[in-house]
């Protein structure tokens, strides 16, 4: 491990300050489960760390105004077990249930959640494997090698990477937002708009300048969190990376009619991934097999596989069928 000064900041403003003292090389250290990982790795190698897990206003979880209100310093499993995240937000919750084990989800935190980064194995494989996330310039393993895991949306010719978390693709359902602060400024930035796809430049994976911090995530209240839910398809049933994934929210009318729909895809793109034109098809119909099965359809209409992944467009139809026909269940009872 490389040398790095360490700050420990013990409000947002020190934070932001600490960011902005180490340079462009400075990271946030929150709930420790990834950076420390890649350090040692030696993917990240930072010369100044901020950690921000003592900032007390970080950790507050607010539910009773009109919107969700999550610290970014919060608890992954906190928010999980939240009562009424639990009971009117199943998609949100079960995000944060199936992502990680339950030892790494009472450590890490719902915003460093959202900005981990790949597990594309030779991102984090070393300098004998080409990436150009890791090392710009030097050329991507995965495009020509196993892309099982890859993404079917989203990728360029420079990295194929699969965005790894599960949260951020509920949060994309419910048009979530998060708070950040920087030196100059508050701003407000929608999950949509929080990550990038690679294009030319892997290496930038969202939004943030290096000097912000993410300091609240804000959801909307919505019906649709009744009748909602977070579908992971993996290799193993536990501690594992989506295959693909689907979170979903309905209403439906008294008649039985979807007046409001909600889909958006994990596992298999570069950033989490809304898909509108599934979510169109639905409006005004039933919800049935069939029905669930063409939005499916829809979503996966663009998919472009590689190598070995294209067996992962029929599993992810089956998911966002499966998906909704849950979130269908809950919507109506
Ligand atoms: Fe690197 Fe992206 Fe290629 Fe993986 S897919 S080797 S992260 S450039």
Same mark, same amino acid.
């Given at each position: ?10 409000? &947002? @403003? =020190? $934070? ?53 209100? *999550? ?27 199936? $992502?990680? %084990? =339950? ?17 594309? %194995? ?15 310039? %030097?050329?991507?393993?995965?495009? @020509? ?5 890859? $993404? ?13 978390? @599960? ?11 998060? @708070? &950040? ?56 049933? %536990? ?60 979503? *996966? ?29 809950? $919507?109506?009872?």
């Amino acid at each position: 491990m490389r040398p790095f000064t360490y700050t420990a900041a013990r409000t &947002v @403003d =020190q $934070a932001v300050e600490a960011l902005a003292d180490g340079g462009p090389g400075a990271k946030v250290l929150a709930g420790g489960t990834t950076l420390y990982d890649l350090m040692k790795l030696r993917v990240e190698n930072p010369r100044a760390v901020v950690d921000i897990s003592r900032i007390a206003e970080l950790t507050e979880i607010d539910v009773s105004g009109p919107e969700l209100r *999550f610290g970014a310093g919060a608890r992954m499993a906190d928010v999980a077990d939240h009562p009424t995240v639990r009971r009117d937000y199943q998609a949100l919750s079960e995000s944060l249930w199936r $992502a990680a %084990s =339950q030892q790494l989800r009472n450590m890490a935190t719902v915003g460093g959640n959202l900005l981990q980064r790949t597990r594309c %194995s030779y991102f984090r494989g070393g300098p004998a494997f080409p990436c150009n996330k890791r090392e710009p310039g %030097s050329g991507c393993s995965a495009i @020509d090698g196993i892309d099982r895991h890859h $993404a079917l949306f989203g990728g360029s010719d420079a990295c194929i990477a699969t965005y790894p978390g @599960d949260w951020a693709i509920a949060l994309l359902a419910f048009d979530a937002m998060v @708070d &950040v602060v920087g030196p100059a400024a508050r701003r407000t930035i929608p999950v949509a708009d929080l990550h990038r796809e690679p294009g030319s430049t892997p290496q930038r994976e969202h939004n943030l300048a290096p000097d912000e911090v993410i300091v609240r995530i804000r959801v909307p209240k919505t019906r649709a969190g009744r009748g909602s839910t977070y579908l992971k398809i993996r290799d193993r049933e %536990s501690y594992a990376f989506a295959l693909a994934s689907a979170a979903v929210g309905l209403t439906v009318s008294r008649r039985g009619r979807i007046e409001e729909c909600r889909v958006a895809l994990g596992g298999v793109a570069t950033r989490p991934w809304r898909v509108p034109a599934a979510e169109h098809t639905l409006i005004g119909e039933r919800l049935t097999e069939d029905t669930a099965r063409r939005a499916g359809e829809v979503a *996966f209409a663009g998919a472009r596989a590689g190598h070995h992944n294209g067996f992962r467009i029929e599993l992810g139809i089956r998911t966002v069928t499966e998906a909704l026909m849950i979130a269908g269940t809950r $919507a109506t009872r």
